[in-house]
């Protein structure tokens, strides 16, 4: 039988194959990732926001109390193997909108889970534009710069000659010995992290994915930024390695619907007239960017083995919370196929591999 030049074939460069690879190549695997840069892809031009609050109940997020030092830890790690700066705590006021929402933020401040995460109702500063409401900061925001940290996984890969930028023939990927092959390569198993290219994916093309298009401008203000996030139900980050700029980026929508590649106009002028009407500032667009958000019906990740494909894996589906909840299924994941290698398994979470 022939032995195979990888032990996993990782397919996908976005931010679940780069973590997922990075994590398994640290616990010793030989690990080849395959990539053909695809237009569309979400993680290259996310914002990189993780936020403990959302929505406008102003829900605390499932698990964030977990999920967070298990992504921070793993950032941590990522920073000094890569010698960059990743992960940016960030402080992130957040605007009251109406009396419904103040009601939610007065019953969220009475529960002691939302303690470590709801500043105190505060008069609205001098970024907002005045209402009666007034705004609240909340803790543990923090940013990861996904664009940075995939350029530099990809060049970490290519150092360990474990990257390679072709399109994958879905035809010709089973090779032998039960093992798969691309360009004279050959893996002992695979690992699928397409992100929203999973529709197109045999295998996968059965999941219960609903995926989400979603917009950011790149926007030019005409006075000084504030260093902080604003969030007003949209957004505004500012720029995250040069601080004196002018540069932003403001979003963002969800689209479901309208899945083409193609900015959408009435995207920009809402979300420029959603700025002009909550703060102070003006601007004026630079570019528009276009991501295709892999989401789930379930609202849950597709981790897991493949039920019609042996020696094959899925990990996808993480959504808009991407930059939370991936270090911590990515380490799972790895652990959990070291505990096969070493012959003593360790069982991932039934739910996660309930629809694959």
Not at 72 to 88: A, F, G, S
Not at 165 to 173: D, G, I, S, V, W
Not at 227 to 252: C, F, I, V, Y
Request: hydrophobic share 40%; glycine share 6%.
């Amino acid at each position: 039988m022939r032995k195979h030049d990888f032990d996993f074939l990782i397919v996908g460069q976005g931010l679940a194959g780069s973590m997922l690879a990075y994590c398994l190549i640290k616990a010793e695997f030989s690990v080849l990732v395959v990539d053909n840069y695809h237009q569309g892809s979400a993680s290259k031009i996310a914002a990189g926001i993780i936020n403990p609050i959302t929505g406008h109940r102003l829900n605390l997020t499932t698990g964030f109390e977990h999920y967070f030092p298990s992504a921070t830890k793993l950032y941590r790690q990522l920073e000094q193997d890569l010698n960059l700066v990743l992960l940016h705590p960030i402080e992130q006021q957040r605007l009251i909108k109406n009396q419904g929402q103040l009601e939610y933020f007065l019953k969220r401040e009475q529960q002691q889970n939302y303690s470590a995460f709801l500043g105190a109702l505060e008069p609205l500063d001098i970024n907002f534009r005045s209402n009666n409401y007034g705004s609240f900061n909340v803790k543990q925001t923090a940013l990861v710069d996904t664009s940075l940290l995939l350029s530099g996984i990809q060049t970490w890969l290519i150092e360990r000659s474990s990257y390679r930028q072709e399109k994958l023939n879905y035809q010709t990927l089973l090779g032998q010995d039960k093992g798969f092959s691309i360009a004279g390569k050959t893996a002992r198993q695979v690992i699928f992290c397409e992100g929203y290219q999973a529709i197109y994916n045999p295998w996968l093309e059965h999941l219960p994915f609903k995926l989400a298009k979603g917009e950011v401008l790149t926007i030019e203000t005409t006075s000084t930024l504030p260093d902080k996030l604003l969030n007003w139900s949209s957004w505004l980050l500012p720029h995250m390695r040069d601080t004196e700029s002018r540069l932003a980026r403001l979003g963002s929508n969800y689209d479901w619907n309208d899945l083409n590649l193609e900015p959408n106009p009435q995207t920009a002028i809402k979300l420029l007239a959603s700025l002009a009407k909550f703060t102070h500032l003006e601007a004026r667009l630079k570019h528009s960017e276009v991501g295709i958000r892999p989401t789930t019906v379930q609202r849950r990740p597709f981790v897991g083995p493949l039920s019609k494909l042996e020696n094959a894996y899925c990990f996808n589906g993480f959504g808009s919370k991407g930059c939370l909840l991936i270090p911590h299924y990515a380490q799972l994941l790895s652990d959990h196929l070291g505990a096969l290698k070493s012959s003593a398994e360790k069982p991932l979470p039934e739910y996660l591999t309930e629809w694959i």
